[in-house]
């Protein structure tokens, strides 16, 4: 089958990450997007190099996707290494493999440590707890290729700790612009409900506790679901079994057709096929749901289990960003969640670059009465950031003018672009926590940034790496930047290096004053 662009693009980045010698990389795709599709294609790629593959995942559901996936797009045949089943003495070249099964020490010494040429691990965010870790300490001379969708910088932080690098990332906010996701709406639910007496457990709140803080608010909630999602087809996602069990009996009440699956639930496979053909149209569940299955019509998330952390938040949305014949967009229901320790997840973090966005998004999101479209509140953000930025600014400006030096500050150099990404970038793998190189630093001092500040390579690489596109696209330089702003100039990082220059004669050839037919704060370059 012919890959999409980005598919294209993160296949061969993953085969250009270990060419490179790099062994262990990451592969960031939106949930939809195909990522299964794609580690087979490359799967398919090293299978022709004669390597022998381990698929390694923690559910069954995502290896029997792996395998079928496999299947129709490669045609390569799998054998199975979970529970009772073994791959001991299968002439195939691709194993899918449970890590409950596989992290027996008995299981692991059935194979000898250099077996797996290339490991590709489904759901990566999960690959730092101990049974992952002991399956990849084994097999260490593996290549090793992680797959998630967590498009959170503190997850990958901490994925930094294993892995050597990101071969590859495609953002949500670019699928949806492309047509390969749905477009997603947010609507904020003006009912509080108070979340300061939960407890936090392994990182994230407790769940018992929050199906308890959870239970007084339910028939609220549905009464609000009433307003907004008797006509959509919804999937909600609760803390507890019982708290899921009793939505669906509150919704029922209430005229809905809900069903409800868990992880005990006998009839599950058939409750999945009629909530698919619309024999119900809500579906409350524990978490079940939050991986390997798929439903493209649904057109309405209902989070009722608040979480601050964005690889669960980002996979509970993710069960409705796909695409479907007459789905016009996602609509995400966010409650007002009243605690006063945590920082939750709101529909802001599936695509704020950073925390200060973020918040503003959210902020204005709550203000709104409609539903509003998730990348229309990030442009509107980002202007009020910037807003607020420009001030901040100012001060730093008047604080630099005091200060005799050729070189730009980066941090003023990076407000003046308004290049969020740069001004809160956080170093994730081993090599971009370690200082900037001699190589580095001089490379910044001959574009006029003075060095010094920049921390580690991590930063001074993406500093470098936007520097030198911004030169060929022919923008204005930092030192024509702080020129212009030092007098007054608004947004000369925008201008172009041309229109920055003719700007700075006409000032040298007035005595280095402005004229006065050029007002600083209101000029834009013709």
Not at 232 to 241: I, Y
Not at 380 to 402: H, M, P, T, Y
Not at 470 to 490: C, H, N, S, V
């Amino acid at each position: 089958m012919e890959l999409r662009p980005y598919q294209e693009k993160s296949r061969e980045a993953v085969e250009a990450e270990w060419g490179s010698g790099i062994k262990r990389t990451l592969l960031v795709l939106p949930t939809g997007t195909g990522k299964t599709v794609v580690f087979a294609k490359i799967i398919e790629d090293r299978v022709k190099a004669g390597d022998r593959v381990l698929i390694l995942a923690h559910r069954g559901e995502l290896l029997e996707q792996a395998s079928d996936k496999l299947a129709k797009v490669t045609n390569l045949k799998t054998a199975t290494e979970k529970a009772e089943q073994t791959s001991v003495g299968s002439f195939y070249r691709v194993v899918v493999g449970s890590v409950q099964t596989l992290q027996r020490e008995k299981r692991l010494k059935q194979f000898s440590p250099d077996y797996f040429d290339t490991i590709v691990i489904d759901e990566a965010h999960h690959c730092l707890s101990d049974g992952y870790q002991r399956v990849l300490n084994y097999f260490e001379n593996a290549r090793v290729l992680g797959v998630t969708a967590t498009p959170d910088r503190g997850d990958m932080r901490n994925l930094g700790s294993y892995f050597e690098s990101l071969a590859y990332e495609y953002k949500l906010p670019e699928a949806i612009k492309s047509g390969y996701l749905s477009p997603i709406k947010a609507l904020t639910i003006p009912l509080t409900l108070d979340l300061s007496s939960v407890k936090q457990q392994a990182g994230d709140f407790s769940t018992k506790d929050l199906g308890t803080a959870l239970d007084p608010y339910l028939y609220q909630i549905a009464d609000e679901m009433i307003k907004h999602c008797i006509n959509r087809k919804t999937v909600v996602f609760l803390p507890l079994v019982k708290t899921s069990e009793k939505f669906r009996d509150i919704l029922n009440e209430r005229g809905f057709k809900a069903a409800e699956v868990n992880g005990e639930s006998e009839n599950r496979k058939e409750i999945l096929k009629d909530f698919e053909e619309n024999k119900y149209n809500v579906l409350c569940n524990s978490m079940l749901l939050t991986e390997g299955w798929d439903c493209p019509d649904v057109d309405c998330i209902v989070v009722l289990r608040p979480t601050k952390v964005r690889s669960l938040y980002s996979q509970m949305v993710g069960r409705g960003t796909r695409l479907a014949p007459g789905k016009e967009e996602l609509l995400l229901l966010d409650f007002l969640w009243h605690t006063e320790r945590h920082e939750l997840c709101h529909p802001a973090h599936l695509i704020a670059e950073n925390d200060e966005v973020a918040k503003k998004m959210t902020e204005n999101i709550e203000q709104e009465a409609e539903a509003v479209d998730i990348q229309e509140a990030e442009v509107q953000a980002k202007e009020d950031v910037v807003a607020q930025r420009e001030e901040a600014l100012a001060e730093k400006l008047n604080e630099l003018k005091k200060r005799k030096r050729k070189l730009v500050d980066p941090l003023q150099f990076e407000m003046s672009i308004q290049a969020e990404d740069l001004s809160s970038y956080v170093p994730t793998f081993g090599w971009e926590v370690g200082p900037p190189t001699a190589k580095q630093l001089k490379a910044l001092e001959n574009y006029g940034i003075f060095p010094d500040s920049i921390e580690n390579a991590g930063k001074a690489s993406l500093l470098l790496d936007r520097l030198q596109k911004r030169k060929d696209a022919g923008l204005a330089t930092p030192k024509q930047i702080r020129m212009l702003e030092g007098r007054g100039f608004k947004y000369v990082g925008t201008w172009s290096k041309e229109e920055a220059n003719k700007l700075i004669s006409i000032i040298a050839g007035n005595g280095w004053r402005i004229p006065l037919n050029i007002r600083p704060a209101e000029y834009r370059p013709a």
